[in-house]
């Protein structure tokens, strides 16, 4: 199962500057690990002890995946996996 | 104190002073660090301070910017009002309302986009931009417009129609988003990072957000130089919430003014309280909800400084309440009756939230209280309609005598 991974500016630096990332994987688990896999420097980035760090918001065709099944929510069907900031707004 | 660098407020790593605001390493928030002091003691500072202007740049030593920038919409030293009659009727002492409504746009919006936009305007930006719950896209607009600057405003597309009336008036370009304001929000953060446009709450937030410390400062100067004992603020992305906070610790730190920070109660709907279910629940980090109430300017279920609202009304000995929607309207009420105030909503909050721990007996006879009420009734006048009757009479004294009961008493 693939799925397109949109990277916010502020992480393009641990990706070579790609902006966007077709990984494959069953969850929104899987398809981060994809991802870390293939750019190494990312994961300590966004990941701490196993889960998300507690600033990075991960959406699932524009859903927080926090109102879906978290990191175990499927990916099958699904458009696009955006990572973004969460310290915006207010 | 000229600002030094950004830092990341988690991780502590340094950035340079341009627009950006999350930490690469970490993805934490960053905010401004000021240099050492330059050898200005706190009399000196008092006397820069009442030297100068009768606006929020008369603290443009703690503010992040270059000079106290010339024009603008004047923004700041709203009234701190005694609010004995309030006082009275919850069993309180001494209780100051700061009435934010002063503002040019009626809220204390102006405040932070006073700040934010003298920033974007050092930076070079030629455009500004917000993700807003209404409060916010009527300051984004009216500022823009006041210096010339091109503005988009992002807002939920249901937001009462006085503050969507009151930010098209100023020729922004309005952008109304199908959805919640935490999906504007996302559309921002995006938006951000293919624009060259200054976002004042998402790419200059560390700077924007600062503007929020004035409210602390005024407080002080207004109490002739002392602090509160208690603080009751709203909290929506915690930011106002945890500013009012740091404004007064810069302040301790100083010298201007001694005693402890203030204890903060933290003020939500409960169509709306992620910060206040976290509190309750003991986590120090909040589940993000899908907001439902009429304290719409305060409706945001992911909020961004949530964590550290939480570290504030721990380590203060405050708390985080929620109050119901009715709880809400009577708040508004309770306030326009007792101090000829007419709040919004986010307002009506706040004073349910003073109400509610007054009941408890949490505030003791004599603590110096001041109440954050940051904005205007008129913008969310649809809640009064239906609370009181209007007398409809013939122009006649008779009529009048035998329609008003209260002619006859009085």
Same mark, same amino acid.
């Given at each position: ?6 990277? #916010? ?6 990706? &070579? ?15 981060? &690990? ?34 879906? &099944?978290?990191?175990?929510? #499927? ?9 973004? #900031? ?5 | ?31 401004? $660090? ?51 009659? !309030? ?14 409504? =002063?503002?040019?746009? =009626? ?10 936009? $003298? ?23 009216? =500022? ?44 921002? %953060?995006? !938006? ?27 407080? +002080? ?10 603080? +009751? ?8 919430? %945890? ?19 203030? +204890? ?15 509190? $309750? ?50 708040? +508004? ?7 000829? @105030? ?8 706040? @004073?349910?939230?003073? $109400? ?24 969310? @006048? ?8 209007? =007398? ?19």
């Amino acid at each position: 199962m693939s799925v397109l991974v949109r990277i #916010p500016t502020q992480l393009r630096a641990a990706t &070579d500057g790609a902006a966007t990332a077709d990984v494959d994987g069953a969850t929104v688990g899987d398809a981060l &690990d994809a991802l870390c896999a293939r750019f190494g420097p990312l994961r300590e980035r966004i990941i701490e002890d196993g889960s998300l760090r507690r600033f990075v918001n991960v959406y699932l065709d524009g859903e927080d995946v926090r109102f879906l &099944d978290g990191l175990d929510t #499927p990916v099958a069907g699904a458009g696009e996996l955006t990572i973004l #900031p969460a310290v915006a707004g207010g | 104190m000229p600002p030094e660098s950004l830092r990341c407020k988690e991780c502590r790593e340094p950035y340079p002073l341009d627009a950006r605001y999350v930490c690469e390493r970490c993805f934490g928030p960053l905010e401004v $660090a000021y240099a050492p002091r330059d050898g200005a003691g706190p009399d000196t500072l008092r006397r820069r301070i009442q030297a100068g202007p009768q606006t929020l740049w008369r603290y443009s030593d703690f503010l992040p910017v270059t000079g106290a920038p010339r024009g603008g919409l004047p923004t700041g030293c709203t009234p701190l009002v005694r609010a004995d009659r !309030l006082a009275e009727r919850l069993g309180l002492g001494e209780l100051w309302v700061k009435n934010e409504a =002063h503002n040019p746009t =009626h809220s204390f919006k102006d405040r932070v986009v006073s700040v934010g936009l $003298a920033r974007a305007a050092e930076l070079g930006f030629e455009t500004l931009a917000c993700a807003s719950t209404g409060n916010l896209a009527n300051a984004v607009a009216a =500022h823009a417009a006041a210096a010339g600057l091109r503005s988009f405003v992002f807002i939920p597309a249901d937001l009462e129609e006085q503050k969507i009336l009151g930010t098209g008036i100023f020729g922004t370009t309005l952008v109304g988003v199908r959805g919640s304001y935490d999906d504007v929000n996302r559309l921002c %953060t995006e !938006l951000s990072g293919e624009r060259p446009w200054a976002f004042v709450n998402v790419n200059l937030r560390p700077y924007y957000a600062e503007g929020s410390k004035t409210l602390a400062y005024e407080t +002080v100067e207004d109490l002739g130089w002392r602090l509160p004992d208690r603080v +009751v603020a709203p909290v929506a992305s915690g930011s106002l919430f %945890t500013k009012i906070a740091r404004g007064f610790e810069e302040w301790i730190a100083c010298g201007l003014v001694e005693g402890p920070v203030p +204890v903060f109660n933290g003020a939500q709907a409960e169509g709306c309280a992620p910060v206040a279910q976290a509190f $309750a629940a003991g986590r120090d980090v909040c589940r993000p909800v899908r907001p439902d109430t009429i304290a719409k300017s305060l409706a945001i279920g992911n909020p961004a400084d949530g964590p550290y609202a939480l570290d504030l009304a721990r380590r203060t000995g405050g708390g985080i309440d929620a109050v119901s929607d009715d709880e809400i309207r009577a708040g +508004v009420r309770l306030l326009a009756e007792t101090t000829g @105030i007419f709040t919004e909503t986010a307002g009506g909050v706040t @004073i349910a939230t003073l $109400a509610k721990l007054a009941a408890r007996g949490e505030i003791d006879r004599d603590e110096r209280v001041v109440a954050y009420v940051t904005g205007d009734g008129l913008k969310t @006048i649809d809640i009064a309609r239906g609370t009181f009757e209007t =007398h409809v009479i013939d122009a006649s004294l008779d009529a009048f005598e035998a329609t008003v009961p209260e002619a006859v008493a009085a």
